[in-house]
């Protein structure tokens, strides 16, 4: 017996199917429904025990309905509370679904849902507006540095809905609808759940495939600035932190460690013998990541061979430039290409030089930047990649480069997989993507929104996060103002997925506009004062790895808003300034200058105890405590024992 519901009018024609528990992909197009197009769902559903009744899609606890007229409705089977449902821009036209000619058979396809008073919304990916909840929000769905779209919404009306389309557009939520835009696309398709917060997400993974392990390697520090310039002054730091007894698990070479962009391979005047680096630095316990662009220059030794076997984004005007970079000797900056990460040739291409240089060194941890891909301009209208026109697949982009690593990693064995991104899309922690904050000013403003940046990415289906502690761009090791500010990123960042410090320090050197190095940023770079406290959580993150681990392994990510834990508290759902590291500890980080308490929300149905005094409070309340600078509030879920306190 079929359970496809089908609504058809004319050339328009509608597809609800079950696809996961308590879940359906619905369609819409004209003529037919296309299949086996580019998106984020995995391409076969779980079976379920759906079934069509009195006219409805009944699987799980989620119904959905097709009325006379063509518009969806849906409720929670078992209540028939309605979740939400298709409402029509005009009694006239155009309707709830719109098609509008783009050209080469391909449409400006709109989808528009009703708006429910005091609907909330999280999730979407990450950006910079500084809010949690993105209700009134226009949002991009397009790549851009610390912009990246992920076009999946929890809303607080029971439901999570993922736009499957990677086509240019963005979406609306404002207080008179809801309306999803593809600038080009064949077709409508989304997916709907419904449950608690904690359900929607395991039903998100299940959807579009669940997060590997993350390694034993990638959960302790890891030390980065830019950047390093040579081997000697790499190993020396690596070697500074043996010998002031911190702990360190990874150390990061930068870019613009090789001849020319493009050619993934080390400068050897600089880099002499990557694989004695490599060996010397994981007999000390830790791993080199090395970061590889997807651009190309055309001093690149891969260039013409890469142009001429089509390999590189082509583009509609025919110009195979994309941005402009300085490479080489010169500072002026030269037309570079983007490689086709959407092509499995361009992938394998790629990963078969980097295997050729840094795999035979023994490197296994790759830092995927620039990987929007960061075109200037970015038209990505204007580009023909392999899955597609650029209108209509673009956003795939840095999914597909992460899938490149992962695909590469598992050939040669690994099975502990990790790639650090600046982008990702839908779909893109099935390849080990950890995603970070991208290039932020160094202030407290963007300290806040970095909050708020990680919950919703939490909320999007990316169990791995992190950011650049203290920012990116400047930030003065000398300056009292920035050592603040940077104790407070980096209590912050102790407690996040990936725990990374990483910036373009003062002083600065520049070329062509582009950061070429900076000053100091290891954790003795700030002062005595600063010092003993990066140390200190530097030792407490040490000891909490083994339950970071354990608490990653449950389908739910590390950095938890409050409402995913406490969905029945109306309260949690409000807050955007705290968040639980894993189940067990709530974090309120300091985000105001010169701030030595503050409020915390408790959230209800818990009780919590101060890890600093011991107090126990009971939950549903704020309270006030204090935060010297050397501390942020800590609290203890219930009975969990944490090693909190240094022994």
């Known amino acids: 017996m079929s359970t496809q519901l089908t609504w058809r009018h004319g050339h328009h024609v509608l597809v609800a199917e079950p696809w996961g528990a308590d879940s359906v992909r619905v369609r819409a197009g004209l003529h037919r429904i296309v299949a086996g197009r580019p998106g984020a769902l995995l391409d076969a559903p779980p079976p379920t025990d759906a079934s069509i009744v009195d006219g409805a899609l009944v699987n799980g606890r989620l119904r959905v309905e097709v009325s006379p007229a063509g518009l969806l409705t849906a409720r929670r089977a078992d209540t028939g509370e309605e979740l939400l449902r298709e409402a029509p821009a005009h009694f006239w036209w155009p309707g709830a679904r719109h098609f509008e000619p783009a050209g080469g058979g391909g449409h400006r396809v709109e989808q528009r849902f009703a708006a429910y008073e005091g609907e909330r919304f ?122 002031r007894g911190l702990p360190l698990s990874v150390i990061v070479a930068d870019y613009l460690h090789w001849r020319h962009l493009g050619d993934w391979d080390w400068d050897t005047g600089n880099w002499p013998d990557a694989a004695a680096m490599t060996q010397e630095l994981r007999a000390l316990g830790v791993e080199l990541a090395v970061s590889v662009w997807p651009s190309v220059s055309p001093l690149s030794a891969n ?56 795999g035979k060194d023994g490197i296994r941890a790759f830092w995927l930047d620039a990987c929007e891909p960061e075109m200037r301009p970015g038209h990505f209208h204007n580009l023909s990649l392999s899955a597609g026109p650029g209108a209509e697949v673009a956003n795939l982009y840095p999914r597909e480069h992460a899938r490149g690593a992962f695909e590469y990693l598992v050939q040669q064995g690994e099975t502990e997989i990790l790639t650090l991104v600046r982008s990702a899309w839908a779909g893109s922690q099935r390849y080990g993507a950890a995603l970070w904050s991208g290039d932020i000013p160094a202030t407290f403003p963007a300290l806040r929104s970095s909050v708020r940046a990680g919950l919703n990415v939490a909320m999007s289906g990316i ?81 909490l790895r083994p339950y970071l681990h354990e608490q990653l392994r449950g389908g739910l990510p590390l950095l938890r808003p409050l409402l995913l834990e406490f969905p029945a508290d109306p309260d949690a759902w409000d807050v955007e300034d705290a968040f639980l590291f894993g189940r067990d500890l709530l974090v309120a980080p300091v985000l105001e200058p010169g701030a030595r308490h ?27 405590v204090d935060a010297p600078l050397a501390q942020i509030p800590l609290f203890l879920r219930d009975d969990a024992r944490l090693p909190i306190q240094e022994e």
């Open 463 to 543: 169990p791995w996060w992190t950011t650049d502690i203290g920012g990116f761009h400047g930030g003065d090791p000398a300056d009292p103002a920035y050592r603040e500010l940077l104790v407070r990123w980096f209590q912050f960042g102790a407690f996040c997925p990936l725990f990374r410090l990483h910036g373009h320090r003062e002083p600065r050197t520049e070329r062509a506009g582009v950061g070429d190095g900076g000053g100091p940023n290891e954790v003795w770079s700030y002062g005595a004062e600063a010092y003993e406290i990066l140390a200190a959580f530097l030792r407490l993150r040490e000891r």
């Open 122 to 243: 999280y999730g979407l990916g990450q950006h910079g507006h500084g809010r949690f909840d993105q209700k009134g929000m226009v949002l991009e769905l397009q790549q851009r540095n610390g912009e990246v779209s992920i076009p999946f919404a929890v809303s607080s009306r029971g439901y999570g809905l993922l736009w499957n389309t990677p086509a240019v557009g963005r979406v609306e939520l404002a207080a008179n609808g809801t309306r999803w835009v593809a600038d080009r696309a064949p077709q409508i398709d989304y997916w709907l759940t419904c449950g608690e917060p904690a359900e929607i997400l395991r039903r998100y993974g299940e959807a579009t495939g669940p997060a590997p392990e993350l390694p034993a390697w990638a959960s302790g520090f890891w030390q980065s600035k830019l950047r390093y310039r040579d081997q000697a002054e790499l190993l020396e730091v690596a070697r500074e932190y043996r010998r």
């Open 303 to 358: 260039h013409a061979a890469m142009r001429d076997t089509g390999l590189l984004v082509a583009t509609d005007n025919g110009s195979g430039v994309h941005a402009e970079w300085p490479d080489g000797e010169t500072d002026a900056p030269l037309g570079v290409s983007f490689y086709d990460a959407t092509d499995p040739r361009a992938r394998e291409f790629l990963w078969a030089r980097v295997h050729e240089s840094y």
């Open 598 to 624: 503050r409020e915390v929300y408790l959230p209800a149905g818990a009780g919590w105890t101060h890890t600093d005094t011991g107090t126990t409070f009971e939950g549903g309340q704020r309270v006030s």
